[in-house]
């Protein structure tokens, strides 16, 4: 799930893109994408919920690069780990 705020000052629409990515560089693999348009009242926050189908074969990080519109990536660092007996 990713929050989404609007600065009162911004249009309150666009475009929030995920890249799902087997490395932190932007040249990784990529292992899924999802783009979800958006509208949020200026001022406020939203949400989107990212579905990327992942199908993992081994433990260890992936990385979601996400942005807004066409602007700078942020990101987010994943671990997959074994399950906790």
């Known amino acids: 799930m990713a ?4 600065q009162a000052s911004e249009p309150g629409s666009g475009v929030f893109e995920v890249i799902f990515r087997d490395g932190f560089d932007e040249d990784s693999e ?3 994408r999802n783009v979800s348009p958006f509208t949020v009242e200026p001022g406020k926050f939203t949400y989107r919920l990212v579905r990327g189908a992942l199908e993992l074969t081994k433990y260890g990080l992936i990385f979601a690069h996400c942005r807004i519109d066409k602007e700078e990536w942020h990101k987010v660092p994943l ?3 074994p399950p906790v007996a």
């Open 3 to 6: 929050l989404i705020y609007c």
């Open 30 to 32: 990529q292992l899924a």
């Open 79 to 81: 671990t997959l780990l």
